[in-house]
């Protein structure tokens, strides 16, 4: 497989051994499921399934942030325990991924289980000499790594303007350096806390991820994806973190997935455009839903169009009924140009397409090869597209 690499900018081979390792950011559970987050992790999905395909083993780790600054303002101003809205928005979110045919993780560590190896690599970074506390708060000093920055390959502007727009503080007069970040911190009472050598508080952010994709991987792992937006400063720190606790890598490859707009917009909480997956999944066979986002690219990210939903049914139509026809041309060629666009940095429209062609042939009566259907099953199946069963979740037949 090929697949665009951030840290080196172009796409290059993915060779891993038999057994991968991936990890991909998880949720914050405190609102349902939108289409970024859906488009996101049928990316890693598509990955797994052909790594599965070609004979490896994977283990994809995915996290649970159920303790951070956005949980917690959200478990406030519903006045419910933070441990109550990450319970029920994680059901809606299993539920959903299920209805998508989402391979589901290996394993899923919640931060609020992870406090202590979170303090392990705390503790280690401190002996190491990256960390500073003021006030109670831990802080790590990107001043000890060089390397700073060498992942996102942002200039220090854009890294200062991303770090104020995603969670971070430059002008808190704490810190040494304005794109420091935290990585134990004091909390307010309302929030929960656990006793730690650095004082009673709960952990930041990026070094939760840091330290479950340690714990339940390796120091260093095949593969670490996301959403762009986590580029920076999320993964940066967290490869930051990684390196000066082990002096290694933290991934080998880094995958990020483009954001989906709506309404002329990036979905996003903020402005208050998002398309829920669980909405769309009550209303329509969640397979439609998945072929409809299959026609993106992953690093281009897209604009949803109420619309596409129902080229999404349309396709899944089309697919379900040459399915059920007797014979067709023969499925091969098919089926090698659905791996090789994958293999191709997932070009899922591309393996879409070749799989219209031979939907539309046997349709047509083009061929009488008895195994076309059976290798047009094969084929979905390389999207995660079941033809022959009866998907998943609660949704009626949208066909
Ligand atoms: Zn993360």
Request: charge should be negative; proline fraction near 7%.
């Amino acid at each position: 497989m090929r697949l665009y690499d951030t840290v080196r900018g172009e796409v290059v081979p993915f060779e891993p051994g038999p057994e991968v390792s991936m990890y991909v950011c998880g949720i914050t559970p405190y609102d349902a499921t939108h289409l970024g987050h859906a488009f996101t992790y049928l990316t890693f999905d598509l990955v797994i399934r052909r790594l599965e395909d070609l004979g490896h083993t994977v283990r994809m780790v995915r996290n649970v942030t159920d303790v951070d600054d956005s949980i917690l303002s959200k478990a406030r101003e519903l006045t419910v325990d933070y441990r109550s809205l990450a319970a029920v928005e994680m059901a809606h979110f299993d539920a959903d991924m299920a209805a998508l045919n989402m391979r589901p993780a290996t394993a899923e560590p919640w931060a609020t289980l992870s406090i202590e190896p979170i303090l392990d690599l705390i503790q280690r970074l401190s002996d190491a000499g990256h960390t500073y506390t003021v006030d109670g708060t831990t802080f790590f000093d990107v001043s000890t790594d060089d390397d700073f920055g060498s992942l996102s390959g942002y200039d220090e502007d854009t890294m200062l303007a991303l770090a104020a727009e995603r969670g971070g503080h430059p002008d808190d007069p704490r810190q040494r350096n304005p794109l420091d970040f935290v990585l134990w911190q004091p909390s307010a009472n309302d929030e929960p806390a656990w006793n730690s050598p650095f004082g009673a508080g709960r952990p930041g952010w990026h070094i939760e991820c840091s330290a479950m994709a340690m714990a339940n991987l390796s120091d260093t792992i095949d593969l670490h994806g996301g959403g762009d937006d986590l580029v920076f400063p999320h993964h940066e720190c967290e490869d930051a973190q990684t390196r000066g606790a082990t002096g290694g890598l933290l991934a080998r490859h880094w995958m990020h997935v483009g954001m989906v707009a709506y309404e002329g917009t990036k979905m996003s909480k903020s402005v208050g455009n998002l398309v829920f997956v669980r909405m769309l999944r009550n209303l329509h066979d969640p397979r439609a839903l998945r072929i409809a986002m299959l026609g993106h690219h992953y690093r281009a990210g897209f604009e949803w169009f109420d619309a596409d939903i129902d080229d999404g049914v349309t396709r899944l139509d089309r697919l379900v009924d040459a399915e059920r026809r007797p014979c067709g041309p023969d499925p091969a060629p098919t089926l090698a140009a659905v791996r090789a666009a994958l293999d191709d940095d997932l070009d899922a429209p591309t393996a879409r397409d070749a799989i219209d062609v031979l939907a539309g042939a046997i349709i047509a009566n083009a061929g009488d090869d008895p195994t076309a259907p059976a290798g047009l099953r094969e084929a979905t199946g390389l999207l995660g597209i079941h033809l022959d069963e009866t998907p998943p979740g609660d949704a009626p037949s949208g066909t």
